[in-house]
T-cell receptor
Framework: SQTIHQWPATLVQPVGSPLSLECTVE??????LYWYRQAAGRGLQLLFY??????ISSEVPQNLSASRPQDRQFILSSKKLLLSDSGFYLC???????????FGDGTRLSIL | QKEVEQDPGPLSVPEGAIVSLNCTYS??????FMWYRQYSRKGPELLMY????GNKEDGRFTAQVDKSSKYISLFIRDSQPSDSATYLC???????????FGKGTKLTVNP
């Protein structure tokens, strides 16, 4: 069976500090991978998606970037965090665009 | 107009009740529809995945899609306190990377 891991579960960072969130998927190969942010009252916002190693598409221009160095590894980064980057970050995978997405348990990021 | 609209609730029902959760969508190209359950401080968990119009049943859960009225529903029979969560509906068109979510309905099932 397939599993998705995200870490850390909770993170508190000062404004201006860098960020690296990691997501890995097990039990499947060549998955589509996604990063979402979920803000209270605003629903799930797609940030980035990837259909293969090194292939990243950005949905929303912002202070964040994503990378896919390995088939089942997806990383969300920032060089300098802003207060507005606070939120609940979720990684997801799917077998294809018409297939359902499966989510990790997320990282709750607080910026001070 | 938002692409997927969902009543945020909260919705509170007694244990054993039949729960009806609903969404409307505006994009007539949507063909695939999903319902997710999200417990507090956890990621969304896929409950139901349907294609086009019709019904799909899985245990106590039934998903219904009416493309003519752009209306999707999730029914929960014999609701349990463990069903207390936020329920998210989502839709997408064929070949699109974008899954469009509603904002979720918070459900509480009281023992």
């Amino acid at each position: 069976s397939q599993t998705i891991h995200q870490w850390p579960a909770t993170l508190v960072q000062p404004v201006g500090s860098p960020l690296s969130l990691e997501c890995t998927v097990e039990g499947t190969s060549n998955p589509n991978l996604y990063w979402y942010r979920q803000a209270a009252g605003r629903g799930l916002q797609l940030l980035f998606y990837s259909v293969g190693i090194g292939q990243i598409s950005s949905e929303v221009p912002q202070n964040l970037s994503a990378s896919r160095p390995q088939d089942r590894q997806f990383i969300l980064s920032s060089k300098k965090l802003l207060l507005s980057d606070s939120g609940f970050y979720l990684c997801a995978w799917s077998r294809g665009f018409d297939q359902p997405q499966h989510f990790g348990d997320g990282t709750r990021l607080s910026i001070l | 107009q938002k692409e997927v609209e969902q009543d945020p609730g909260p919705l509170s029902v007694p244990e054993g009740a039949i729960v009806s959760l609903n969404c409307t969508y505006s994009n007539s190209a949507f063909q695939y529809f999903m319902w997710y359950r999200q417990y507090s401080r956890k990621g969304p968990e896929l409950l139901m995945y349907t294609y086009s119009s019709g019904n799909k049943e899985d245990g106590r859960f039934t998903a219904q899609v009416d493309k003519s009225s752009k209306y999707i529903s999730l029914f929960i029979r014999d609701s349990q306190p463990s069903d207390s969560a936020t329920y998210l509906c989502a839709g997408t068109q064929g070949g699109s990377e974008k899954l469009v979510f509603g904002k979720g309905t918070k459900l509480t099932v009281n023992p």
